[in-house]
């Protein structure tokens, strides 16, 4: 993806109510959790999770226990999520680059991460160097964008004859057998003015690198395709509804042959 890593931690940094419209993140990281729960873990594992944003997947899986180290690129993040957790000597904090940075504390039992390697350069290379992280037995499982995210958005700048500045995500493809699920969620908004306010308030505005922007007249245009969307039931439809494609990838270590 080509996307500049700086103005990205810049926008989350920035985001000003993420967890009042991170609906979609909120879900994808309780449905994350709840697969981690099922893997056959050690009791106290050692964990690493890579871009924890405001804290929903770490929250979410307190119970699990263990020694964590919790990474974000953006400072500012980071330490939502130590507000959110609140006192715990079971956390510990570092900013980190998940991509090109090196954790300190491995090798780890648990791998995980919701919605954030979809920011990365080259997704599938950074995976698996992170694999390289893991300790035998171990468990890799995210979460990430695929590149049917925001289809809807995307018709809609094409239908103008305009050039979206929205990111575009590894294909599934490229992730290849670390693939374990691919669901579409559907993030509803009242109108397409809603829909971009939603995405700044998360800080998931950043275009990719080189991309001009919208004039006034084109965004206006844009904005009135999108709104028209699809009839629901054959009814004209009330609001604007934007597609996440939610890919999860496992990869499970082998463990040591007793």
Not at 45 to 57: D, K, S
Not at 99 to 119: H, K, M, N, R
Not at 209 to 233: C, E, I, K, Y
């Amino acid at each position: 993806m080509n996307v500049p890593r700086e103005r990205v931690g810049r926008a989350f940094a920035a985001a000003p109510d993420y967890d009042g419209n991170a609906r979609i993140q909120r879900e994808v990281a309780q449905a994350l959790a709840d697969r981690i729960a099922a893997l056959d873990l050690p009791q106290n594992p050692r964990v690493l999770e890579i871009g924890c944003g405001t804290g929903f997947l770490t929250q979410a899986l307190a119970a699990l226990g263990g020694d964590w180290l919790v990474t974000d690129l953006s400072p500012e993040m980071l330490e939502r999520c130590r507000e959110r957790l609140g006192a715990s000597a079971m956390h510990r904090f570092a900013v980190l680059d998940g991509e090109y940075g090196t954790p300190e504390g491995g090798p780890f039992d648990l791998i995980c991460s919701s919605l954030a390697v979809q920011w990365f350069d080259d997704a599938p290379a950074a995976l698996s160097r992170m694999a390289g992280w893991l300790a035998p037995g171990g468990h890799l499982m995210i979460t990430t964008l695929g590149p049917g995210s925001f289809a809807e958005w995307r018709k809609a700048h094409e239908a103008e004859g305009l050039e979206p500045g929205t990111p575009r995500f590894a294909s599934v493809a490229a992730l290849g057998d670390l693939v374990h699920d691919v669901r579409n969620h559907l993030d509803h908004h009242a109108d397409p003015l809603a829909f971009l306010h939603a995405l700044k308030a998360i800080g998931a505005q950043t275009a990719e690198a080189g991309h001009r922007p919208l004039s006034p007249g084109q965004l206006r245009r844009v904005m009135a395709t999108f709104a028209q969307g699809a009839p629901q039931n054959g009814c004209p439809r009330i609001g604007c509804d934007v597609t996440y494609e939610v890919v999860t990838c496992h990869l499970h270590r082998k463990p040591i042959s007793s």
